[in-house]
């Protein structure tokens, strides 16, 4: 697995790198070496927060967390991938090889095998900026918002994230 760490507002510890590489070591035995993880940390006022997100072809896991310090968000991080995998066993035994999962996942968390849609809703989209955008996420108190972003004509999503700040989804077209 090729893993990148990057560190915001602060300096990542050769200790903590071998924290990290010895804890993804669990999630390597289940995509193999052709996967790739980024591990983020950040250091604010009061916690220090820990971002993993592992790709491998089109399936792509993250898990955030936040603790006082490193080395329990990592912790708190790696059982959160461990639960989102647990979670969605039966889908990923399909995408990949059969039976690797089961030396690593215990019946102890309910699989969910099939969604269930409680509703569909269809919305207008009329152009906006995305300042409009979010005005209008705020007035609905909705946590995101989709329109028709008027400078590029396409469909996107604006959200409010964790931190108070606010994200833009664009679509990527290949």
């Known amino acids: 697995m090729d893993i990148t760490i990057v560190g915001r507002k602060c300096t990542i510890r050769d200790s903590f790198k071998e924290r990290v590489e010895k804890k993804l070591t669990k999630v390597e035995r289940l995509f193999g070496d052709d996967a790739v993880a980024k591990v983020t940390v950040a250091v604010e006022?009061?916690?220090?927060?820990?971002?993993?997100?592992?790709?491998?072809?089109?399936?792509?896991?993250?898990?955030?967390?936040?603790?006082?310090?490193?080395?329990?968000?990592?912790?708190?991080?790696?059982?959160?991938?461990?639960?989102?995998?647990?979670?969605?066993?039966?889908?990923?035994?399909?995408?990949?090889?059969?039976?690797?999962?089961?030396?690593?996942?215990?019946?102890?968390?309910?699989?969910?095998?099939?969604?269930?849609?409680?509703?569909?809703?269809?919305?207008?989209?009329?152009p906006q900026s995305t300042d409009e955008a979010i005005l209008q996420m705020n007035m609905l108190d909705h946590h995101f918002y989709i329109f028709l972003n008027s400078s590029s004509n396409s469909v996107n999503v604006v959200y409010r994230r964790k931190d108070g700040g606010y994200g833009l989804i664009e679509p990527d077209v290949e």
């Open 45 to 126: 006022k009061t916690y220090q927060s820990v971002e993993i997100t592992v790709n491998k072809g089109s399936m792509i896991f993250r898990a955030e967390e936040r603790a006082v310090n490193m080395t329990d968000a990592l912790d708190a991080c790696i059982d959160t991938l461990i639960r989102q995998i647990r979670k969605n066993k039966t889908k990923l035994e399909k995408r990949i090889r059969s039976g690797a999962l089961d030396d690593f996942v215990s019946d102890s968390v309910k699989e969910e095998t099939d969604f269930e849609l409680v509703r569909v809703k269809s919305v207008s989209l009329k």
